[in-house]
């Protein structure tokens, strides 16, 4: 069983930043692919970002690219999502993810077995 648990996130101006964090309670962090997910009211649960193993490799929404960074540290079994000029758009209730089977092309929320209790992320004009 992994239990992840998130901070980060709040109220911000269009064109500001925000960093996500997501701690993971697994001694095997380094075996699992990291993602995050996100959520605007009335809609479905949308890919984001995913990171490998070993954060060599990465893989980003059309709409985070450019944009977010996905990046993980195993030493603190931590995965981050640092998020550069956001936009009112990018509101949402965001959600990590972890799974041992996915690979970062992941793109549904199916795919994934372990969820974070999700973070606001306001952004205003």
């Known amino acids: 069983q992994v239990q992840l648990v998130q901070s980060g996130g709040g109220l911000v101006q269009a064109g500001g930043s925000l960093r996500l964090s997501c701690e993971a309670s697994v001694r095997t962090f380094s075996r699992y692919i990291m993602g995050w997910f996100r959520q605007a009211p009335g809609k479905e649960r949308d890919f984001v970002a995913a990171?490998?193993?070993?954060?060599?490799?990465?893989y980003y929404a059309d709409s985070a690219k450019g944009r977010f960074t996905i990046s993980r540290d195993n030493a603190k079994n931590t995965v981050y999502l640092q998020m550069n000029s956001l936009k009112p758009e990018d509101t949402a209730v965001y959600y990590c993810?972890?799974?041992?089977?996915?690979?970062?092309?992941?793109?549904?929320?199916?795919?994934?077995?372990?969820w974070g209790q999700g973070t606001q992320v306001t952004v205003s004009l």
């Open positions: 990171i490998s193993w070993s954060g060599g490799e990465t």
């Open positions: 993810a972890a799974d041992r089977r996915a690979s970062v092309y992941s793109d549904y929320s199916s795919q994934w077995d372990y």
